[in-house]
């Protein structure tokens, strides 16, 4: 399944709503930017007066005041455009900084099951890519094609203004300019957005290959691997010739369409002032003017292009404000601390279902062990029992309060769960520990590190608990990475804790001196812990042994042992003795 | 594209390597300067004949006087137009086979050099050097020809402004360039402030590419809010910084219209006193306007092409370094590594290790335990001779060093797949198979072994599913069965599994061991591991201690055994029913009477029974 994207409907309101939202700043980033081209176009106008005052005969103090007056105009121009540069600079700053905040918010409330079906990558993707692609539009894009169509409405105006007549030559190049950007324009946006993906793929290859070298090496994947980055090359490759074709099309296209307006301006000109209807000047100015728009037209052209990709990449931004909210927060407050759930079933897939109407009630304070093959439906179950989404039969209730109808600020008080991913988060150790617990003091952090036996190693950190840790900072070991999270739980002090396979991906060394960490941590606590090593289980106060989305065995390790069942049979030849 | 051979660049210098790229592409940069000259120098010509059919005085109507210099305009025009296509085609073809060159050597080298790369420099460095230094490469062989192309049309119009009058002539010569040298001044400061938003901008990517890959974590404990209020916080320094770069930039932005706009009214003002004088004719006049505008384009150019240039150099710098690392050896540009034929009637070779004293039997399953897992697993690597600083002379296959092999025959023979190994994006059918030839029932049956059959499952497809990158769709402990799967597929003379079943849960891994034992009956295996379940499968355990092997025999004969060394291995091996901390102590005690030999074992006994006692 894939992360909803915005349809144009909803991609244009959105746009529009944001519009309006800054609709002050808008107009008065539109308003500096018309004058200031208003100021440029003083240049051929004063140009074309001094053509014609210098074919009749003319004092130098015309010519002088009319260099004055382009003196003038240009530092009006100057003034003008460092003040719209500015705002429009702002604006696009602000407007942007306000879209990525609000897609952050809005993916961090994203249902768990959704973020789990779609897959990180989507998310990273439109995290960084997406981003990153719309900024450039909306930051750069949105005020360049605001100075552009300005600059090129107002030489319009200004040639009609100084002689209508005369301008109607630059319409000349106007049907060939439209017909060439509007084939290309559409076929522009899927022609870039398949060079670029073919720049991800081969990237990521790449990527993939140093990050595998190791593996390459022992494999002796080698001539794979360059089988599969020539592969890719060869797809960049065809990608961008396929835009090179395009745009093989629109520049000759668009050249010719402003020699034409230069021709047709200078013959109907000529014929104009030879029947005594324009000035030669008015002719000069127009014709400069017929120069002077090629270069913002083509920027319009360029960021018209642009503003379709970044559109793509808007569309994939505001679309993920289209999921629905997987929970309602209902009105009762649990007081105690029994977590039951009744008939608890669960499906991936509909009709498929994963467990299969478990009963089970945790007595408070209780260890118990979660054991069973890999698809059982073990971490299924665990992620039910901490309330991470809803299950789609069944309950799970604390104190007889169903954990989806909590919200999630109070759930994490109750309920917590802690599995075999690590992540160190990107900032200090002690911004990694606050995230369970934003408002405890540093002694509180101490104590949390403490408790889980890492306050040793952390505070022979470079810069203690102020140290970067995760990409870019201190690498800690997974071992390590896996104690800070058990010290979050220590700030986030739930009743109950779900630790599925908490230590499964650590080595077998780190994995023992963990388990003793957490021991402290679970002390006073209701435990399921989901677990493969059977030592764990052995110290449990009961086991569960759950196999294909059932609880077939549930009781104490001696009772189940005696029982002679499957857990006995494990247990035997773990045992060896 | 891409080449079938990239070649091999010299090493010794940015500027030597990019003169090879040059080389390579002689002909291709000979036609883009010739065509980028041509386009450049169309454009300049414009302004010259806009005034010279000002000239004619228009007022004649559109008679044969002005069609001259119109039809010229418009041919030129047109020519143009098309000169700048063919340079536009021409540039990008330069600027993808010098990049892609580039990236096809980096990516080409990496395969070759092991793990040696990423030891060198930082693997987002590498990656970054690849993705953006080879198109820096390729961005030298798209200015460069314009940067020439700019410098003929500048010099073009500065013979046809002196001829019309060497006082503006030599205004605009020199005028220009001290317009952009003031010009440049202005954008060191800005490029500061610029760094300083793309450094805060980076580090908010990173957060919001962090906090999405941990939304599974913060899910389980809480702490969305608090990173996305993080996220808000540095989106704010990140508008902040943009506010300052807007202000230096607008600046810029504004001394772009009034330096090149106060020179157009200088150029003006004594033109028209020339055109009054009628030293030059109105139309030169509008020309000299024209020029005046058009000569920005060279100057950005050429600003433009300082800056790629020396982005460039500092590029190839990077690339040179990647390039510089090693190959290891097994798999060379002469002596590129083929897996791909099999012998498929194989010989189980024996294989032994001087440093540690370990004797593999030839077609068993051999397992290597030892107390500390790193310590064991350095042996498993030094049999397959994985990674770097490995004494070849000293481990035999059948008698034979590994240094007479040569790596490339090593790789081919003896197979060392590590605990948590890479997986490649792919179909999974592609990936499992690295060594190509293997059919969809080897692949289901090497599944079978790895018990990885709900791999399967969880891709939609089944063997057409896709591995997504770093498998990071599957579960830990389905990567590591997916792996093992791999690795049995190699169906290598010699299997070295380090810690194959670490991320599996225990009936797994019984099942695993059970089916791993039977699919490589008759052929030499050796496996890293302490866990019993896997232990009870092998045909022979090696004990290690201190690098040395200290015990051998069957699992059941070490663990009913009443020496030393079995009662070590017993410690390593029964985690269940030891305390963490005085298996330990018990374990140090053990060493230190092995090294001291002091005690007598009475003595050892006590120690070792006060352990039992705490069980």
New interface residues.
């Given amino acids: 399944m894939r992360l909803p994207i915005a349809d144009p409907t909803m991609l244009r309101e959105h746009t529009a709503a944001l519009l309006r939202r800054h609709g002050r700043a808008l107009a008065l980033v539109l308003v500096l930017h018309v004058l200031a081209a208003l100021a ?1 176009l003083a ?2 106008w ?2 074309g007066r ?2 014609d005052a ?2 009749s005969g ?1 004092t ?1 103090g015309f ?2 005041r ?2 004055l007056w ?2 003038g ?3 009006a ?3 003008l ?6 705002s429009s ?2 604006l ?3 407007v ?2 306000e879209l ?2 609000e897609f ?2 809005t ?4 249902p ?1 099951s959704v ?2 079906r779609a ?3 989507d ?2 993707g439109r ?2 890519n997406d ?2 692609r719309a900024q450039h539009s909306v ?1 750069f894009g949105v005020p360049r094609i605001l100075v552009t169509s300005a600059t090129v409405a107002l030489t319009l105006v200004a040639a009609l203004v100084i002689d209508w007549r005369v301008s109607l030559g630059l319409l000349v190049g106007v049907p060939t300019l439209v017909a060439t950007t509007r084939w290309y324009l559409r076929r522009a946006t899927p022609a870039y957005l398949r060079e670029s993906a073919a720049y991800a793929t ?25 089988d ?3 592969d890719d ?2 797809e ?2 065809a990608a ?1 010739s396929a835009t ?1 074709n395009l ?2 099309v629109l ?2 296209g668009v ?2 369409s ?3 307006p ?2 047709a301006v ?2 109907w ?3 104009l ?3 005594g209807l324009t000035t ?1 000047g008015a ?2 100015t127009i ?2 003017y017929a ?2 728009i090629r270069h913002p037209i083509g920027e319009l052209i360029y960021w018209l292009d642009e503003i379709q990709v970044g559109a793509t990449s808007l569309a994939r931004i505001v679309g993920v404000r289209s999921v629905e909210p997987d929970r309602t927060v209902g009105p009762d407050r649990p007081a105690g601390e029994q977590v039951d759930a009744r008939d608890l079933r669960y499906a991936y897939r509909e009709g498929h279902d994963v467990l299969h109407g478990i009963d089970l009630s945790l007595r408070v304070g209780e260890r118990l062990a979660v ?5 059982a439906g073990k ?1 299924t179950l665990g992620r039910m029992l ?1 309330g ?1 989404h809803p299950p789609t039969g069944g309950t799970v209730t604390v104190d007889g309060v169903r954990l989806v109808d909590l919200p ?2 109070d ?2 008080g109750h309920v ?8 160190v ?3 200090t150790l002690a ?1 990694n520990l ?3 617990d ?1 408002d405890a003091d540093e002694a509180q952090l101490r104590h949390a590190l403490a408790s889980v036996d890492a306050l040793d190693w952390a505070e022979s950190l470079p810069d203690g608990l102020a140290t970067e840790v ?3 900072g201190v690498t800690l070991t997974p071992g390590q990475a896996q104690q800070i ?1 058990l010290a ?2 220590v700030l ?1 002090d739930p009743h109950t804790l779900v630790l599925d ?1 908490a230590t ?2 650590l ?3 780190a994995a ?2 963990l ?2 960490s957490l021991s402290r941590v679970l002390d006073g606590r209701t435990v399921v812990a989901i ?5 764990t289980a ?1 110290d449990a106060d009961r086991v569960a042994v759950v196999d294909d989305g059932r609880i077939s065995e549930i009781g104490p390790h001696d009772d189940l042992v005696a029982a002679g069942g499957e857990y006995a049979a ?1 247990w035997r ?5 | 594209m891409p080449y079938t051979d990239p070649g091999r660049p010299p090493l010794a210098s940015a500027s030597a390597y990019l003169w090879w790229v040059a080389r390579g592409q002689a002909g291709l940069v000979a036609r883009c300067v010739a065509w980028s000259t041509a386009a450049f120098v169309s454009a300049a010509v414009l302004p010259y004949l806009l005034g010279r059919a000002i000239d004619t005085g228009l007022d004649h109507g559109a008679d044969a006087a002005l069609w001259r210099p119109v039809l010229l305009l418009l041919g030129v025009g047109v020519f143009g137009a098309v000169a700048n296509v063919i340079e536009h085609r021409r540039l990008v073809e330069g600027w993808i086979r010098s990049a892609f060159r580039s990236s096809q050597l980096l990516g080409h080298h990496v395969t070759r050099t092991g793990d040696a790369v990423t030891a060198e420099l930082p693997t987002g460095e590498v990656v970054a050097t690849v993705a953006s230094d080879s198109l820096r490469v390729g961005e030298v062989f798209w200015i460069v020809p314009r940067l020439v192309g700019a410098i003929a049309a500048y010099a073009v119009v500065a013979v046809l402004m002196l001829q019309a009058s060497v006082a503006l002539g030599v205004a605009v010569l020199v005028g220009l360039p001290a317009v952009a040298a003031i010009l440049a001044l202005v954008v060191k400061p800005l490029s500061s402030r610029e760094a300083a938003q793309r450094a805060a901008a980076g580090r908010l990517t990173t957060f919001g590419a962090d906090t999405v890959s941990g939304l599974r974590i913060l899910r389980g404990i809480g702490g969305e809010e608090v990173f996305a209020e993080r996220y808000r916080e540095q989106s704010q320094k990140v508008r902040r910084a943009g506010v300052r770069v807007a202000q230096t930039e607008s600046v810029l932005d504004a001394l772009k219209a009034l330096l090149p706009g106060l020179f157009l009214a200088g150029v003006v003002w004594y033109g028209a006193h020339l055109a009054l004088a009628g030293t030059i004719t109105p139309g030169e006049l509008v020309t000299f306007f024209g020029y005046a505008a058009f000569l920005t384009q060279p100057l950005d150019v050429a600003t433009e092409a300082l800056r790629i240039l020396t982005r460039a150099v500092v590029g190839v710098r990077r690339i040179l370094r990647v390039l510089s690392v090693p190959p290891t050896g097994a798999d060379t540009r002469e002596h590129p590594l083929d897996l791909a034929s099999r012998d498929t009637a194989q010989p189980a070779p024996s294989l032994s290790d001087e440093e540690s004293g370990l004797e593999v039997p030839a077609g068993r399953l051999t397992a290597l335990v030892s107390h500390d897992p790193d310590e064991s697993a350095a042996v498993a690597l030094r049999l397959g001779l994985l990674g770097a600083g490995h004494d070849a002379t000293r481990v035999r296959l059948d008698g034979v060093p590994l240094a007479h092999l040569g790596l490339a025959e090593v790789r081919r023979r003896v197979v060392v797949a590590e605990s948590t190994p890479h997986l490649f994006t792919g179909s999974l059918r592609d990936e499992l198979d690295v060594r190509g030839g293997t059919d969809d029932a080897a692949r289901l049956a090497a599944l079978h072994v790895a018990d990885a059959h709900d791999v399967l499952d969880s891709v939609p497809d089944g063997l057409d599913g896709h591995v997504t990158e770093k498998g990071r769709s599957l579960s830990g402990g389905q990567r590591q069965r997916l792996a093992l799967a791999r690795a049995l597929l190699t169906e290598a003379e010699v299997l070295v599994l380090v810690e194959p079943t670490s991320a599996v849960d225990a009936h797994t891994e019984a099942r695993i061991a059970e089916r791993l034992a039977a699919a490589r009956t008759g052929r030499t295996t050796v496996v890293v591991t302490a866990s019993p379940l896997v232990l009870d499968h092998v045909d022979h355990v090696a004990l290690l201690d201190g690098g040395r092997v200290v015990a051998e025999g069957g699992h059941r004969e070490l663990m009913d055994r009443g020496d030393l060394a079995s009662r070590r291995y017993r410690s390593v091996v029964s985690r269940a029913a030891a305390d963490d901390a005085e298996a330990e102590r018990a374990l140090d005690t053990a060493r230190t009477l092995d090294t001291a030999r002091t005690l007598d074992e009475d003595h050892t006994r006590e120690e070792d029974d006060r352990a039992t006692a705490h069980r």
Avoid: C, K, M
């Avoid at chain 1, 455009?81 to 500015?86: K, N």
């Fill in positions: 440029g240049g051929p004063l140009l001094i053509v210098v074919g003319t130098t010519v002088d009319a260099a382009l003196v105009a240009v530092i121009q100057t003034i455009i460092r003040y719209a540069q500015r600079r702002i696009g700053e602000t942007f900084a990525r905040e952050v918010t993916v961090t409330r994203l768990l973020v789990e897959g990180t990558g998310l990273v995290t960084t981003i990153d930051r081969l990237n990521g290859t790449i990527s993939e290959s140093v990050e595998g070298a190791r593996t390459i090496d022992a494999l002796g994947l080698g001539r794979r691997r360059r599969r980055i020539d090359q060869r960049a490759f961008e090179l745009r093989t520049f000759p050249d010719v402003f020699v034409l230069i021709v200078l013959l000109g000529a014929y002032v030879q029947a030669v002719v000069t014709a400069v120069l002077q054991v069973g093959p890999s698809g971490s901490a991470i999630l600020e759930l994490r917590a769960l802690v599995t075999q991913e690590h992540h988060f990107v900032g911004e606050r995230l369970a934003p995760g990409s870019g999270a979050r739980l986030l396979e499964s991906l080595d077998p060394r023992r001196h388990e003793q677990a493969h090593r059977l030592y052995h494990l030849s773990w045992q060896q003795d």
